[in-house]
């Protein structure tokens, strides 16, 4: 899919950062349109159907947060990708980050401290900062693989079913299909694992893309994916181990 197709709302409360991200991904090919408010991001989602929303976590409005617009979105049923964009790093205040996965979210991109320091203290566009820290480099590779999955139905072997961008998946019993439903953390283990079908994905890079705590916790959602994905969940033909190290999907049976 070309990404002249795609649509990015870009939600921040600070206009730098609007100033500066809007137009590189514009260069990239990107349709980019703007809101700096949760109430503005609400109204754009409504009225101009954006196939992927960049949002800041804080927003600076105690009323309605970027973690409120995800929840909003989300209860009504609309599963478009967010990936949020934020100054707070797991390591230094993980309820953030745990709170905005719980809601729906897709992934996230840490604006380093520095750059908040550069914007606040210096108060200068921090546009060759960025260029050197390559943060938009690491958020143009996120936005391109939330948005290669859009539309993207597959099947495999004639009993699973699965379209990543609208978050289904189905399985074939008594001749029908039928829906499964997927917490958010087993769906994005499953999307993941599609993704790099065929190939092992170590449990560390599981863990640490998807802010699973521990080993012992990631084992207890594969062991219930696989009681809802496979024919015989004690004999996966999906959701392979791999040597201890980690899982693959394997696609080819």
Known sequence: MSVKNNKILLVDDNPRIRSFVKPTLEDAGFECIEAENGLAALEKIETQQPDLIVLDIMLGDDEMSGLDVCKVIRKRGDRIPVIFL??????????????????????YVVKREELRQLEERMGIAPTEFIT??????????????????????????????????????????????????????????????????????????????????????????????????????????????????????????
């Open 86 to 107: 934020t100054i707070k790093d797991r390591r230094e205040d993980p309820r953030y980050l745990e709170r905005a996965f719980q809601l729906g979210a897709d992934d």
């Open 132 to 253: 050197r820290k390559s943060d938009i480099e690491e958020l143009l590779s996120r936005i391109k693989a939330r948005l290669n999955v859009i539309d993207s139905e597959q099947e495999f072997n004639g009993y699973l079913k699965t379209n990543l961008s609208k978050q289904q998946v189905r399985v074939r019993k008594e001749n029908q299909w039928q829906e499964v439903h997927l917490t958010n953390t087993e769906f994005r283990i499953l999307s993941l694992l599609i993704k790099s079908a065929g190939k092992p994905v170590g449990k560390v890079q599981i863990m640490d893309s998807l802010d699973i705590d521990g080993e012992g916790s990631l084992q207890n959602h594969i062991w219930r994916l696989r009681n809802k994905i496979e024919p015989v969940p004690d004999k996966p033909e999906y959701i392979l181990t791999y040597h201890s190290i980690g899982y693959r999907f394997a696609s080819q049976i």
